[in-house]
């Protein structure tokens, strides 16, 4: 993608994310139908298909070869990242933004042929937008964020994981996962992925683990952690499948290796 193209996509996409966003705390007061998906806790609102179908709508009407992959239905259904492809979780966090009414993402990225060009996540009420076009630099706001530090020993990191991946789990030694956690610095859980993703390129927080994201959860971080020269991968390393749900370490590459190799057991 040239950089006059890549420019205007991300002028349109900046501008629908804050728009999208002014929606969101517009009708933050106003009563919400709250269901459920996966489980009793993997909550979806109106607001959530709203936002989704209003990017839906746009893209289509903007770019009407471009493809969407997106968590509320409004999206294709793909089977390749051929071609421009957006990404977008219209609000990453539901059960903060169900609960608290804070601590919610917009995340959007587009992709070119499977490599991320621009990547969106929008902190709605903090009104803190991270923002990246591939090799011209990561931001929060107007702010240029650093090159990751390199080195990090373990004990000195803040460490972000679901609580719930440290107790008996089907995929993962949950065991080692708490060695993990008695070996860091602390640990923080958000509660949106998104906004995980983007502390990590922020440099706040030095490394991030799920055993559970949806290419939604993570296109836009994946794209913001890579420009500060970070690395995201399938928990075990593998490289990332942004066409299915997935484990998912970001960090650095030398915190990579010393939790995947030491503290990651898959069964
Ligand atoms: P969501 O809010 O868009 O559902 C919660 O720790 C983070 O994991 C959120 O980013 C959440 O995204 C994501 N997530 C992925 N799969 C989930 C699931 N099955 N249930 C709850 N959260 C899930
Ligand atoms: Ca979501």
Redesign the pocket.
């Known amino acids: 993608m040239d950089r006059k193209e890549r420019n205007q996509l991300y002028e349109h996409a900046k501008n629908w994310v804050l728009e999208a966003g002014g929606f969101i705390r517009e009708s933050l007061d106003k009563p919400l139908t709250i269901n459920t998906?996966?489980?009793a806790?993997?909550?979806?609102t109106e607001m959530?298909r709203n936002i989704e179908k209003y990017f839906a709508e746009n893209i289509r009407s903007h770019y009407p070869t471009h493809k969407l992959l997106s968590?509320e239905g409004f999206g294709d259904d793909l089977t390749t990242l051929d071609g421009t492809v957006w990404i977008i979780?219209p609000?990453?966090?539901?059960?903060?933004?169900v609960h608290q009414k804070r601590n919610?993402a917009i995340s959007l990225a587009i992709y070119q042929d499977g490599v991320g060009e621009i990547g969106l996540i929008y902190n709605v009420m903090e009104d803190i937008l991270y923002h990246v076009k591939k090799g011209e630099g990561a931001y929060r706001n107007e702010t240029k964020l650093a090159t990751l530090k390199k080195h990090v020993n373990l004990e000195e990191c803040i460490l972000l994981i679901?609580n719930i991946w440290s107790c008996e789990n089907a995929r993962i030694n949950h065991m080692k996962i708490q060695e993990l956690i008695k070996k860091v610095r602390g640990t923080r859980?958000?509660?949106?992925?998104?906004l995980?993703f983007a502390g990590v390129a922020e440099g706040i927080l030095d490394a991030y683990i799920?055993i559970?994201?949806?290419p939604?959860?993570l296109a836009a971080g994946v794209i913001l952690v890579e420009e500060v020269g970070g690395i995201t991968t399938q928990i075990d390393g593998k490289p990332l499948n942004l066409l299915t749900?997935s484990t998912a370490f970001s960090g650095n590459h030398l915190i990579k290796d010393q939790v995947i190799n030491e503290y990651i057991e898959l069964k």
């Open positions: 998906k996966s489980n806790n993997d909550l979806v959530d968590e979780d609000i990453d966090g539901t059960m903060n933004f919610f679901n859980s958000y509660g949106s992925a998104a995980e799920s559970q994201l949806h939604w959860d749900e």
